[in-house]
């Protein structure tokens, strides 16, 4: 009786065993799967921020008209703008320098929005003397694209177009509470 005893005794212990090694090998693999997945989005985090680091410029001339705008932002992320009113310059040029998110949120809005592979020119196809003209020029890293929309735009364009404004309005609505 004894001996059946330890022998059920024995085998009890060898199965926490083996279900304590399956529980840490279980956790083991989910802890590097975790490892992983934080190691990838780390990686798409410093792709986008290493872009940063990448040859970048961009302008943007908006011609409307009465009015041609330019928004032009440099590799350290200042963004100049300017207004001509009739040909005349309404006010000089005005600068800011964008910070390092905003410079990343606006990379990775390029990126989504597949602009070095639009085409270079969408015009309508009828003329009309009051039409908006948007010019979006991008370098980034070996990409370049330069982007002439009249009238109906692919909503990639207009989009970007609105995020490049809005880097300067958001400014002048800060500064104007």
Same mark, same amino acid.
């Given at each position: 009786?004894? +001996?059946?005893?330890?022998? *059920?005794?024995? %085998?009890? @212990?060898? &199965?926490?065993?083996?279900?304590?090694? =399956?529980?840490?090998?279980?956790?083991?693999?989910?802890?590097?799967?975790?490892?992983?997945?934080?190691?990838?989005?780390?990686?798409?985090?410093?792709?986008?921020?290493?872009?940063?680091?990448?040859?970048?410029?961009?302008?943007?001339?908006?011609?409307?008209?009465?009015?041609?705008?330019?928004?032009?932002?440099?590799?350290?992320? +200042?963004?100049?703008?300017? *207004?001509?009113? %009739?040909? @005349?310059? &309404?006010?000089?040029?005005?600068?800011? =320098?964008?910070?390092?998110?905003?410079?990343?949120?606006?990379?990775?809005?390029?990126?989504?929005?597949?602009?070095?592979?639009?085409?270079?020119?969408?015009?309508?196809?009828?003329?009309?003397?009051?039409?908006?003209?948007?010019?979006?020029?991008?370098?980034?890293?070996?990409?370049?694209?330069?982007?002439?929309?009249?009238?109906?735009?692919?909503?990639?364009?207009?989009?970007?177009?609105?995020?490049?404004?809005?880097?300067?309005?958001?400014?002048?609505?800060?500064?104007?509470?």
């Amino acid at each position: 009786m004894k +001996q059946k005893f330890k022998n *059920k005794v024995v %085998l009890v @212990l060898f &199965a926490l065993i083996f279900v304590c090694f =399956v529980a840490l090998r279980i956790s083991q693999f989910t802890a590097s799967q975790e490892d992983n997945n934080t190691n990838q989005t780390a990686a798409n985090s410093a792709e986008v921020v290493n872009a940063e680091k990448d040859d970048f410029s961009l302008s943007l001339e908006i011609r409307e008209p009465y009015s041609n705008t330019t928004y032009q932002i440099d590799q350290q992320g +200042q963004l100049d703008y300017q *207004k001509l009113l %009739l040909g @005349l310059q &309404a006010n000089p040029v005005e600068s800011k =320098v964008l910070t390092p998110d905003q410079i990343v949120d606006l990379k990775t809005d390029i990126d989504q929005s597949d602009f070095f592979d639009l085409d270079s020119a969408y015009r309508p196809r009828t003329t009309e003397s009051e039409i908006t003209i948007s010019v979006l020029n991008i370098s980034w890293g070996n990409n370049e694209n330069s982007v002439l929309c009249e009238g109906d735009c692919p909503n990639s364009f207009n989009n970007l177009v609105d995020r490049i404004k809005n880097l300067w309005t958001n400014q002048l609505n800060i500064e104007n509470l």
